[in-house]
């Protein structure tokens, strides 16, 4: 079992629709968890951040976390082509991360 | 947030010569790291590069192949060694906020190809 995945892609939306992203995580040590895009080529970016149960909204983006489940989940709203890219989700304890294999997003015009 | 250097960008090297790549992060920062991403795939931690000590390597990595370079806060080098196509990657440094299970900053990476 790896310890942190991601549901596997590709995953097309077309504009407009709502995009899902999940990640799910082995080790209940860690603390924090991140989202980072990461477009072909690229290094990756980081767009979210969460650290408690629940929700967090930062623009068109929210992230849940559920510590219970061990699962991380990305909603991207009102999806626009230059939101396709690879995302990335990664867990954090101690100060390293451990990203999960990615989940290619293509947003369709 | 951290402004990190990485060089070189890109390189095309032959297999069996090494390669050393520099990372320079714009303030102190206590832990850096080095991460490689291979084609198509997720990034795998090589290292962990600690100021004053040698650096910690994840399982698989060892430090004859990587030899790391920790000189001072703000400064690390990878050395990929007697490379081998198979060592055709992305390389990444990355550093964090210096407090723990803060999110990670990363370079631009460099993109090796060994041939």
């Known amino acids: 079992q790896k310890e942190v995945e991601q549901n596997s892609g590709p995953l097309s939306v077309p504009e407009g629709a709502i995009a899902s992203l999940n990640c799910t995580y082995s080790?209940?040590?860690?603390?924090?968890f991140f989202w980072y895009r990461q477009y072909s080529g690229k290094s990756p970016e980081l767009i979210m951040s969460?650290?408690?149960?629940g929700d967090k909204e930062d623009g068109r983006f929210t992230a849940q976390l559920n510590k219970a489940s061990q699962y991380v989940s990305l909603l991207i709203r009102d999806s626009q082509p230059s939101d396709s890219a690879t995302y990335l989700c990664a867990a954090v304890n101690a100060g390293k991360s451990t990203f999960g294999d990615g989940t290619t997003l293509t947003v369709k015009p | 947030s951290a402004v990190i250097s990485q060089k070189p960008s890109r390189d095309i090297c032959q297999r069996g010569t090494s390669l050393t790549i520099q990372c320079q992060v714009d303030?102190?920062?206590?832990?850096m790291f080095w991460y490689r991403q291979q084609p198509g795939q997720s990034l795998t931690l090589i290292a962990t590069a600690n100021q004053g000590s040698e650096a910690t390597y994840e399982s698989g990595f060892v430090i004859d192949k990587f030899p790391i370079s920790r000189p001072n806060l703000t400064f690390s080098t990878l050395t990929v060694s007697n490379m081998s196509p198979e060592d055709s990657s992305i390389y990444l440094c990355s550093v964090d906020r210096g407090s723990m299970n803060t999110e990670a900053f990363f370079g631009q990476g460099t993109r090796l190809t060994v041939v």
């Open positions: 969460i650290y408690s149960n």
């Open positions: 080790d209940r040590g860690s603390q924090s």
């Open positions: 303030s102190q920062v206590t832990m």
